[in-house]
């Protein structure tokens, strides 16, 4: 017989659910969606039954995010950290409490359906076994929540004849049933035992123990994401475990690219500026400033200012008023990013950065910091450095942790990688020991040692002055270290110990320290001890003794385009340009010893795209260098000026200054050959020809796989993007280059998008 109800006349949760669950045998329901609050509404009537409940949730995921387990996972993930904050605001931790232990026994299984195979899920419909084994079905509007059983005017019609209970049956296990159906992750199961049991502390309660996890495990990379790598946990650990022993952490991370050094990074830093009652600083390439702001606001849900050059614009995208280069020191928040080309250009506003003290300073792409006058042998001093290197050498002794991240901290010469150690160094004996270390005084010597070419005598004087000073922390192997600290009774902090104590250690001691001398130069000097580097082929084949797996998953590569014979030719059309700008080059050189760089910046863009060449040159042409980015601007600081300069002038300025009627004429051609031949571009046809054609070895075309397309240039990134959509105007192109450039282009038109919907989309 059939029933029908409205909210607007009944209480459909104590007239329909409650009073058939009661004591249910079964109940499989079709619910476009599922949350949490359904257990206020009949949590008691779902525990009194004997059976189990099923539950078919309308779902976000996509086509592809149930092709493999571990992709539903991700997604599921995803979607539910999206939406449960507002359930967990809005809820007690009872309910999850209830919900947990209603998953974990196998009372309720949720399965959610991609919206791709049916469409969304509008038709919503329910069976119920009662106690006495009689059924009854239900159809309507109303979804499996609190509010549509409760709140919100909905209607339903419930029928116990056969027919209408076996039609309804059967839809509910053709959906069930689906190959296609994703389970509930056991991270949501998971996710929902940690709310139920969640305690919110306040800041002075975290600092008396400071342990790292109970501050990050509600950020997003946990929560949201998959987590930390096991390499990225342990530089963090090791960080911020030398950050509060006192020693303070400075380490250079060289991991190779690709291997997360961001995230570690600032998490790094948001714990020690948690731990602490100081900023942080950090100064990246003027590229990635924006970039730096997205990712601690997406994966730390951390608060952070950027200096643009005049003003602090915070994660909100807030422009916080400045008076001048002074308000750089007033930033409104703990955490503050900073462009290098500020420190290459010798802006006024460095001044007011070294007149303040810092909890922590990151350096990104420190290996700009770089000596001048360098040489393979490093017997180069007294040591010329540059705007960058110089800056961060002072600002070391402001700051109680430094982390410089590079993945090429040596680029020529071993000397490079100490002068990244002897920034370090400044203001903590750590790491080279104090001004009267052997580390310290011999440099040539000290690079011999650690890379092999020179062995010390096994005495017990000379190693006891290369291990003493410094002498490393008590944590580190082998044990010798620690029992020699125990017996001078030095503390955490003390990093020096005196060079007369020699006699005071015990005589076992004393003679492993001899014999363990090239393991100690092998294993615990500075280089080893403060640059952290991992390669992805170390990751990928070492065993994790923990999980008894590899620390990553492989990822296998096929490079194509590696070979001269894969090279693209620079077509016929293209050299008088390419002879242009090298006879801009040559004319420039009769005046400027900076034309060298010139020509470095000129041919290096064309040679990304005939859209960078032709940008670059017309902004040189009309004085806008300070509009290219910043990356080659860093590079000015190792330019030369003109003869006739005896200051540091910025190229820049004077290149806006002086340029001469031939060199402009030089210049206009340039930009004149370039247009000519803009839709004609080699890389764009190389690009398009593996987008819809493939490889000669493998047919497919690219575009069927999904592509990613990076270029250290935004104006190569854009023409491609803009070129690719009139030849497929029907296709959504994601481009990404951090702020108000990220977005999405389609049949010409470019439209903004923020990180977050770029990734909802699956453009990232």
Known sequence: MIKRFSSRTHRLDATVLNQHLQGARAYDRIAGYFSSSILEVAGEAIESMQGKVRIICNSDLLLQDVETARAAEMAIRREW??????????AGMSRFAKLHALLTSGKLDVRVLPNEYYGLIHGKAGVITKADGTKVAFMGSVNETWSAWRLNYEILWEDDSPDAIEWAQAEFDVLWNDPRIARLSDFVVKDIARIAKRKIISLDEWKKTAEPAGAVIEAPVYRKEYGLWAHQKYFVDLAYKSHVSGAGARYVLADMVGLGKTIQLALAAQLMALAGDKPVLIIAPKTLIWQWQEEVRHL?????????GKQWTDENGIVHPSTGPESIRNCPRLIGIVSQGLITRGSEATKHLLAQSYECVVVDECHRARRKNLRKDGENDPIQRNNLLAFIYQLASQTKSMLLATATPVQLYPIEAYDLLEVLSQGNDFVLGNANSIWRKDKKRTLRLVSGQEQLPDTETIMWEFARNPLPAS??????????????DLLPNQAVADGGKLPQLRPADRQRMVSYASEFFRQHNPFIRQIVRRTRDFLENEIDPSTQETYLKKVEVKLFGEGDQEAILLPGYLNDAY???EDFSSVLAQRMKSAGFMKMLLLKRMGSSIEAGKRTATKLLGGGWSDLDEEEEDATDEAETSTEQATKTPVSSLLTRTLTPEERALLTRLIQQ?????????????????????????????LEYGCIIFSQYYDTIWDMAELLSR?????EIGLYAGGSKAGIIRDGRFTTRSKEEMVLRQFM
């Open 81 to 90: 950290t999206r939406r449960i904050d507002e359930q967990v605001s809005m």
């Open 300 to 308: 730390l849900d951390m608060p952070s200012a950027v200096w643009d």
């Open 475 to 488: 944590d580190e192997k082998p044990l010798l270290l620690s029992r020699i600290r125990e017996t001078l």
């Open 579 to 581: 002879q242009t700008a």
């Open 674 to 702: 370039l247009q000519r031949y803009e839709d004609k571009d080699p890389k764009y046809f190389k690009l398009h020809e593996l987008l819809t054609q493939g490889i000669p070895q493998d047919r497919t075309p690219w």
């Open 727 to 731: 030849e497929l105007p029907a296709m």
